[in-house]
């Protein structure tokens, strides 16, 4: 089995704590413990023993209360959407199958659906179409042959959302051939305008979502996410996971079910970032005629930015790390040289820094 190297997952987790400006976050600035409002003696009580193998029943049930119809029992506790990704994976393919995946993406599925052996086809999104899919083109490439079909919902690393009627377009293609569908929706819940993007459980059996607490919830270092899915799955689902953990931390699952409880207040911080910084990024990019092209993203902390510089987009962000400590994320990252990507989660003043930095790189390579 080859794994190839996880270029965005490397890059990010390698630089990320070292430079002074980090934009290379997808979901908004960490929250502290201290920020959570968490009762200390809760925290001291908290017995650090292997914890519950599926989650616990209160948390299962939080998160089963954020989809209409779930109950706990839909619920499968996972270290991330990561781990949730990866034994969804493993439950749905063996080698040989055809998967659709929607590009561009976060290339975790990629690289897992690779490695293990499936035959990738890949459908683009396209700017000029605010990178949402094509129906008819979905159609054209999903037929009896493939097995699933995935893609992140909010999408990563263009921060466009389908739908409700992309998400029928979508299970409609499903249906007909009987694949599944892999909805990634760790971004749910940090839309910087409208309503909540609405999600894929509940539109058709087949269906597997993933999410976590990392990105709109600002809690990446808790490592808690979720399956959801028909229980009969979740039960599927499962045995792989006591193989890949065990059991959550019993510490994350606590923390998880008393964040779950402020999901309003967490939330609302979230769209305070978003809305105060975005504002800014856009004034900045736009200050540059000439330079950039972006789609305004509709959710996450990200925006995916065409550049019109004499340089690749790895170079580019090589030098900006290291001549002037600022971590972006280069297109190439996600098949797509000749962007890169932003994050503005952070508080503004941080972001207008780290801005006049790459500001400073751009124009000494025009
Ligand atoms: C689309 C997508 N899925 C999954 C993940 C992994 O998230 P987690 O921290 O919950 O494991 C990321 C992280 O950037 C992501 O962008």
Request: net charge negative; charged share 20%.
């Amino acid at each position: 089995m080859n794994f190839s190297r996880f270029a965005l997952e490397r890059w990010q987790s390698t630089y990320e704590n070292s430079v002074e400006y980090n934009l290379s976050e997808s979901g908004v600035h960490p929250l502290t413990l201290g920020e959570l409002c968490i009762d200390q003696e809760d925290l001291a009580r908290c017995r650090l023993g292997y914890g519950v193998s599926n989650g616990t029943e209160r948390f299962r049930s939080l998160v089963a209360s954020l989809y209409k119809g779930a109950t706990e029992r839909n619920v499968l506790a996972t270290i991330g959407a990561a781990e949730a990704n990866l034994i969804s994976i493993l439950r749905l393919l063996q080698p040989g199958d055809e998967v659709v995946i929607i590009l561009p993406n976060y290339m975790q599925t990629y690289g897992l659906i690779e490695a293990l052996g499936g035959r990738i086809v890949p459908i683009w999104l396209r700017a000029e179409n605010e990178w949402l899919p094509d129906p008819e083109e979905i159609a054209s490439r999903v037929g009896p042959q493939t097995k699933f079909i995935t893609f992140s919902n909010p999408n990563n690393p263009t921060g466009s959302v389908f739908g409700h009627s992309t998400i029928k377009a979508l299970t409609a293609v499903a249906d007909r051939h009987g694949c599944w569908i892999l909805a990634d929706e760790v971004y749910r819940g940090a839309e910087r305008i409208g309503e909540e993007t609405p999600s894929f459980w509940n539109e058709y059996p087949k269906t597997i979502v993933t999410s976590s607490l990392s990105k709109a919830y600002g809690t990446p270092g808790l490592r808690l996410g979720w399956v959801l899915a028909a229980q009969e799955t979740i039960q599927e689902v499962w045995s792989y996971a006591d193989y890949t953990k065990i059991a959550p931390p019993a510490l994350s699952d606590l923390v998880g079910c008393r964040l779950l409880e402020q999901r309003a207040r967490i939330l609302d911080r979230t769209r305070r970032l978003l809305n105060q910084n975005w504002p800014n990024l856009k004034s900045w990019l736009d200050s540059r005629p000439g330079m950039f092209e972006y789609v305004p993203p509709k959710a996450a902390a990200i925006c995916m930015t065409q550049y019109h510089a004499p340089i690749n987009s790895s170079s580019l962000a090589e030098r900006l790390r290291t001549e002037r400590s600022t971590l972006i994320v280069p297109g190439d990252h996600f098949l797509l040289d000749g962007y890169i990507r932003f994050g503005f989660g952070n508080e503004a003043p941080y972001l207008l820094a780290a801005l006049d930095r790459v500001g400073e790189m751009l124009d000494s390579i025009r």
